[in-house]
């Protein structure tokens, strides 16, 4: 049976001190090492897909936009910016 891992991403990266680390380079750097991380796991948990979730970036009313980081294999959206990923 496969699962989903749904990954609050912006909780994710303050709390692992590698990614924390790379905000010094900027958000979006720390966004492609969460989606890079995760991607790595996908590939020891074929069965699992993977959504990383991140708190409010764009307008509307709790839609959700698509992240390049999917290009890494793992889809990333952004809620709109009303709504909170937690």
């Not at 924390?20 to 991380?37: F, V, Y």
């Not at 390049?68 to 294999?73: A, D, K």
Request: charged share 20%; glycine share 12%.
């Amino acid at each position: 049976m496969p699962g989903l891992l749904i990954i609050d991403g912006y909780n994710a990266i303050h709390a692992l001190p590698n990614l924390r680390s790379r905000l010094d380079k900027g958000l979006e750097h720390a966004r492609d090492g969460l989606a890079m991380i995760i991607r790595e796991w996908r590939t020891q948990h074929l069965t699992w897909d993977a959504l990383i979730v991140y708190d409010g970036q764009g307008a509307g009313s709790g839609t959700v936009q698509s992240s390049r980081q999917g290009t890494s294999g793992v889809k990333c959206v952004f809620t709109s910016s009303k709504v909170e990923a937690d």
